[in-house]
């Protein structure tokens, strides 16, 4: 297994075998939660313009990961959003608006902190971490943060936030394994607009949690990761 980080390009060979990697991540964590119908809204096509729109977005960090040169997952660092600068309760913000399959979508952040969230410039929001089901649980997704975590830092980066679904105990796990600890919850609404013009909301519980760069490094250079022991926590049922 060779295993190598690359930036995001947004050149279709690269994208097109990452969107399918993300649409099955995307679509196994939210089956969890998320109803049927709406699920299968998310086609192929919108996890390529969502990547496509995240490679033209200079306030973010984007690597890739490539197992045997094909891009099977990534992790986007980005600026803190707004609403963490001036939170209020029971603020509601219009962050995303598109058309998913036809249907018009909008992604609400009502925010709700159950404390006070002072969040400076030195600090980003790791927006997404998503690894093909195929290859999760194998060390790739500290890996990828091992690997990363340490150029943000040489960057003047002090500090991370992450969210996460409240009831996504594998990514809980996995934070709290590298440092995060949570500190706040709030709540994400997703909400798809029917040409009837009925609207369906997705309301779902978001935990989030905290992290200095210098602790994330310090717990993940405990963890001694290397290939031999990615090989030896490599499924060998899977096929891809
Ligand atoms: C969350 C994610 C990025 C972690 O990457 P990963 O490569 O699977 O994680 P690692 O193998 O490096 O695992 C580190 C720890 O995470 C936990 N973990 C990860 N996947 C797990 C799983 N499927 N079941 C149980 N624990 C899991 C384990 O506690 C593990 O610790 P250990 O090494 O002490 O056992 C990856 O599983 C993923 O993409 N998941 C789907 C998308 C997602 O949940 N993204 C986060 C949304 S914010």
């Known amino acids: 297994m060779q295993i190598s980080i690359r930036p995001l390009e947004k050149n279709i060979s690269q994208i097109l075998p990452l969107a399918e990697s ?9 089956s969890g939660y998320k109803k049927p119908e709406e699920m299968a809204l998310y086609k192929k096509g919108f996890f390529i313009k969502k990547l496509r729109k995240i490679a033209e977005d200079e306030n973010s960090i984007v690597a890739v990961l490539n197992v045997d040169d094909n891009p099977r997952g990534f992790v986007r660092y980005s600026q803190i959003p707004q609403y963490y600068k001036h939170s209020a309760d029971n603020l509601t913000q219009d962050l995303e608006h598109g058309f998913l399959d036809g249907y018009e ?13 002072k969040l400076d410039d030195k600090t980003l929001i790791v927006n997404q971490i998503y690894l093909d089901p195929q290859i999760q649980n194998q060390g790739l997704g500290t890996y990828l943060l091992q690997k990363t975590i340490p150029e943000l830092k040489k960057q003047g980066f002090e500090s991370l936030i992450i969210e996460y679904n409240a009831h996504n105990a594998n990514a ?13 919850l709030t709540k994400d609404f ?5 040409p009837q013009a009925k609207t369906e909301f997705c309301v779902s519980d978001v935990e989030i949690a905290y992290t200095t760069i210098d602790r994330a490094i310090q717990k993940m250079s405990d963890k001694h990761l290397d290939f031999a022991f990615m090989m030896t926590r490599a499924r060998n049922d899977k096929t891809y």
């Open 190 to 194: 997703d909400h798809i607009i029917h």
């Open 105 to 117: 979508f909008a992604w609400y952040r009502k925010v709700h902190f159950n404390r006070d969230v």
């Open 22 to 30: 993300y649409q099955r991540s995307y679509n196994q964590l939210s």
């Open 172 to 184: 809980a796990k996995f934070y709290r394994g590298i440092g995060f600890e949570p500190f706040a």
